[in-house]
């Protein structure tokens, strides 16, 4: 997606340990009309009639997803880290490791939200190992729901997750695929 | 609001330890339409021409906080909770208590994405000891931008965090202020 690459080559900085900074516009600092422009771009990937469910992880997912599902129509449900006082009952779960705070993390997901007749599809802002996209999937799958694809805005293709989730035979669409990244020189996959 | 009362008496549930339970539209599940009619109503309270950043904190308020910010085409801000390592140079920062997780958590927002130009709107879903409000005000403060107001979807009125708030002159207003809440009865007082 043209006007994604644009932004993260325009406003994106890249710091010591491949960190790419696009909290400007996309996960820090919100730009809802880039949202609503890449939320567009996912119903060219998904069929969207075919979808019930917009899945995410907190936080930094939440904003971009909520405007998918606000676009075409959907209920949004995203999957919170660690345990909660405000949740009773049954959870699905799954342990990921979080590069971002170093540790385990528990995505958790009430029963009562995702069920088996739901066609899930999960949006994120940002992908670089994988690790909260392979937990949204063990939910999605330990709930007994379909899932329909993986939306996702920045792929940090160098770092593997999102090909190892291809060669899995997820229904994946990163819309900017990072190859390298170097001050000044970020070089994206071709489509 | 009526339409958000309503949704809490039918779907709310209340826990021991008076906890409302709204997660199966407002802060686990999302309904995405009562977030756009709650956001319409945000406007009948506060001049948004006048606003030019929303502001919330992660993770619940961020749903509601970026339909709010698409819907009149603003910015968004969420402050994030503690320190990861993808933020850079200088933040503003306020320590609250959360009773969520009873524990002391640290409001983030990085200098880069408040300034003292900004107007800001806080949005967020739900406001107990309003703590979390507190904390984004101090942050606003901090930054030397302007309060225009603080838009709340559903305030525990017998937590007294709103009230604190009112009797300091914060124009805050509250779509849904629950004065008592048993199993059953759960009682809202006036507009």
């Known amino acids: 997606m043209q006007e994604l690459k644009d932004r993260i080559v325009k406003e994106g900085k890249v710091l010591p340990g491949n960190i790419i900074k696009v909290d400007g516009f996309l996960n820090h600092r919100i730009d809802t009309v880039l949202m609503e422009h890449i939320a567009e771009e996912f119903g060219k990937y998904f069929n969207m009639d075919d979808v019930t469910l917009i899945l995410t992880a907190e936080a930094s997912g939440i904003a971009l997803a909520t405007v998918t599902a606000h676009h075409y129509g959907k209920p949004l449900v ?4 660690a345990k909660s006082d405000n949740i009773e009952g049954g959870l699905y779960r799954s ?3 979080s590069y971002t705070y170093k540790k385990k993390v528990t995505l ?12 899930v599809l ?4 940002f992908m670089a190992n994988g690790e909260a996209m392979r937990g ?6 330990g709930a007994g729901a379909s899932l329909v694809g993986v939306g996702c805005a920045v792929e940090k293709g160098f770092q593997g997750g999102g090909d ?3 060669e899995a035979g997820v229904n994946i669409k990163s819309l900017a695929i990072v190859e390298s990244a170097q001050p000044g020189n970020i070089v994206f996959r071709e489509d």
Chains 1, 2 share one sequence.
């Open 78 to 81: 995203f999957a919170k880290k």
């Open 95 to 97: 342990d990921i490791f």
């Open 108 to 119: 958790i997901v009430s029963k009562e939200w995702i069920s088996p007749q739901d066609r």
């Open 122 to 125: 999960i949006i994120d802002d």
């Open 136 to 141: 949204l999937i063990d939910i999605v799958r």
């Open 164 to 166: 190892r989730l291809r």
